[in-house]
């Protein structure tokens, strides 16, 4: 079987069940595991993200999106020739990736007759059942079964260390200009590491919302989490938006309670890695119980002093 996978998510998991050798293509997104980078990749950004500011990668992909046109170009020519019989993709968000019609109709112009498989999740559940869909579609059913277990009680693990305690109240941002809450999975992974998430709801969308509305919350913890974004650019953002962070969290910046994160590997992704993510979480907002993260992965947030 030749898999092409158009989904950073989904490269992840048809390696977890081992099968990079499978893998024949891949998006200009996936960059796990190491390995597979070598693959010819099918898909490319319709604007150049490197330099930008958040708002003017807002604004390019809120452009694209009122001219009729999805974020994303695929190569066809090169799909063409790969031939895949099995092509991953998704239907939940068409800023995140390159969306199901798209890989629809590309493999209709390239003359495919290929699997379209859209794995698509906005819980916890959901994520690990799209471990399952891949298995099932690859002849690796138990193999996923497997996994999908050692995860399971790896939750578990973090669960029942943090029962019964007091539950910190948690500011998580997943874009800073405009500012977005997070929703789908964030929350769900805030609240099982043991926290109380103040703004974004579960199984739902992430929402833009006015600094104004967030004003007073004072949370104990706050984490910075720009979708896409790796820690060091975490870190940049964070940086070029120092002032408004240190108002809508002066105790938390204060206290040495916020943190960037690697978003893109960890939280973002609806792939076997947001496990990991809860087990990040936990090692920030219960450092009394869990260790602090590996590097990396999260760090200590402080806005440089101001020049006098």
Known sequence: MKIVSLLASGTEIVCELGLEASLVGISHECDHPP???DRPRLSRPR?????LSSAEIDRAVRDAASAGASPYVLDVEKLAELAPHLVLTQAMCEVCAV???GARQACETAGIDAAILSLDAHSLREVLDCVGLVGGATGRADRAAALVAALRQ???DVTRAVAGTRRPRVLA??????????GHWVPEMIDLAGGECLAGEAKARSVQVDAEELAG???DVLLIMPCGYGLAASRRDADAHARRLAGLAPRAIEE??????DASSYFNRSGPRVVEGVEILAGLIHPEIF???AAGRADTWRPAPEKA
């Open 35 to 37: 390995e597979i980078l």
């Open 173 to 182: 941002l997943e874009w800073l200009d405009p500012i977005f809450v997070p």
């Open 47 to 51: 604007f150049d993200p490197a330099g």
């Open 154 to 156: 790896r939750l578990h």
């Open 99 to 101: 969306p199901v019609q």
């Open 291 to 293: 260790p602090l993260p």
């Open 217 to 219: 919350l004072d949370p």
């Open 256 to 261: 040495g309670r916020a943190f960037v994160v």
